[in-house]
T-cell receptor, first 112, second 111 residues
């Protein structure tokens, strides 16, 4: 059974803290994605990666960075968390052969 | 640019059919998807359709594609309380990596 896991389901951080969100997939997928989900706005792509050490900006990369040192792992970093980054963060992966995206359960981040 | 639009809410009575609609702008779309998100969970693929198909049926789900009007719909027959969720429409556009997502339709089931 395919699996995408995220390091935390719920996270509360203070403004200015550095935040790491980690995503791991066990399907040997090349492509991995980080989205944020806000009510009424759907999914907005923050960053994606199509290979180890490769990354591309999505639609809303400001305030975020990413790291992909191993194929199975894709990390999202908030260098200095702000209250407008309070959101649900979803990780997904897909193979190069199909385009169907497999999602993790999400991390609900609250920045106070 | 490419865009996918959906209504934000749909309310139906238990046992009725639900029809969730989606429109897209990219005429070169090859795949169109419906994903379901239950409360507090990630998204799960429900079904997809190739752009050379008009219809796809899978148990209670029927997907209709009108390429001329760039309109996609998802019909859920005999809607149950377990169908309460947010339903996302997505298309594969020109990018080899990205899907273009709608904002999601929240399906509300009335008893």
């Amino acid at each position: 059974d395919v699996k995408v896991t995220q390091s935390s389901r719920y996270l509360v951080k203070r403004t200015g803290e550095k935040v790491f969100l980690e995503c791991v997939q066990d399907m040997d997928h090349e492509n991995m994605f980080w989205y944020r989900q806000d009510p009424g706005l759907g999914l907005r792509l923050i960053y994606f990666s199509y290979d180890v050490k490769m990354k591309e900006k999505g639609d809303i990369p400001e305030g975020y960075s990413v790291s992909r040192e191993k194929k199975e792992r894709f990390s999202l970093i908030l260098e200095s968390a702000s209250t407008n980054q309070t959101s649900m963060y979803l990780c997904a992966s897909t193979s190069r052969l199909t385009y169907e995206q497999y999602f993790g359960p999400g991390t609900r981040l609250t920045v106070t | 640019g490419e865009d996918v639009e959906q209504s934000l809410f749909l309310s139906v009575r238990e046992g009725d059919s639900s029809v969730i609609n989606c429109t897209y702008t990219d005429s070169s779309s090859t795949y169109l998807y419906w994903y379901k998100q239950e409360p507090g969970a990630g998204l799960q693929l429900l079904t997809y359709i190739f752009s050379n198909m008009d219809m796809k049926q899978d148990q209670r789900l029927t997907v209709l594609l009108n390429k001329k009007d760039k309109h996609l719909s998802l019909r859920i027959a005999d809607t149950q309380t377990g169908d309460s969720a947010i339903y996302f429409c997505a298309e594969k556009g020109d990018s080899n990596y990205q899907l273009i997502w709608g904002a999601g339709t929240k399906l509300i089931i009335k008893p």
